[in-house]
């Protein structure tokens, strides 16, 4: 295809996406407004599945298979990554001298490592109750760890960082998440429909039916392939140095 060609696909596509858009705008209710029907009707499923945090409920029950799609993009984006990262046969890896930290610097990073972390995953546990969830907690409890590399020196953060079992911890993730979807297709229902489980008491950690599985699996998905992800840049700037010394 020439870029002519190229070109015209991509004004046509362009275009016919710019009407969509145009269309869509027009039909949105009324700025400031009393009528929401989405959000209407969002709420009334989150409390009806008695999920307290209606982001939650659209995210792991209404609209759970978006969700997987969203999980599968970072997942492949991780995997991306990795490869794209690798050791080439032009370089090789240079041990990391420890590097002189600040006492100030020392205190704070180790202090607040714990904290961070603590923090990731009580907003990945209450997901379903307050704001936050799988994505939020996980980042936070996954760069928490990085503390250690500003606070010690890196041979620490790889102590507490085996990337074998995160790797396979983001694979298990993943597929804990589509497991859950499957076992509501063999209990008779709908891919990934959220009526597997009791409901359980309404703002308590049971409840919600199958989302606090979800949301603890995307939690888990998020925070082992952000540290897998990290792990290949810092590689990349400590370690790994071209042939020529580089």
């Known amino acids: 295809m020439n870029p002519r060609h190229r070109l015209w696909l991509v004004c046509v596509g362009g275009g016919g996406l710019a009407a969509l858009l145009a269309a869509a705008c ?3 209710p009324g700025f400031g407004g009393d009528r929401h029907p989405y ?5 009334r ?4 599945r008695r999920t307290a945090n209606t982001i939650a409920s659209v995210n792991f029950d209404q609209r759970a298979f978006d969700t997987l799609g969203e999980m599968t993009i970072l997942f492949a984006a991780v995997l991306g990554g990795v490869v794209l990262l690798r050791q080439t ?12 930290v600040a006492p100030p610097v020392r205190r704070y990073a180790l202090l607040v490592l714990p904290v961070a972390l603590l923090t990731g995953l009580y907003v990945v546990a209450h997901g379903q109750l307050s704001p936050g969830g799988g994505f939020q907690g996980g980042v936070v409890a996954a760069t928490s760890l990085h503390l250690l590399y500003l606070g010690a020196d890196y041979r620490a953060l790889e102590r507490v960082r085996p990337l074998g079992r995160y790797e396979v911890g983001d694979a298990l993730a993943a597929s804990a998440y589509v497991v859950t979807g499957l076992a509501a297709v063999l209990a008779g229902t709908a891919f990934l429909a959220n009526n597997l489980l009791p409901y359980g008491t309404f703002n308590t950690l049971s409840s919600g039916g199958a989302v606090p599985l979800l949301n603890a699996a995307i939690g888990m998905e998020v925070a082992c392939a952000v540290v897998v992800l990290l792990a290949g840049f810092l590689d990349q700037a400590v370690e790994i140095e071209e042939e020529s010394g580089s």
Do not use: I, N, T
């Not at 499923?45 to 009806?48: D, P, Y």
């Not at 046969?89 to 002189?100: I, L, S, Y």
């Open 89 to 100: 046969r032009d370089e090789h890896r240079a041990r990391p001298e420890p590097a002189e």
């Open 45 to 48: 499923a989150s409390l009806a």
């Open 39 to 43: 959000g209407d009707r969002a709420v």
């Open 26 to 28: 027009l039909d949105l």
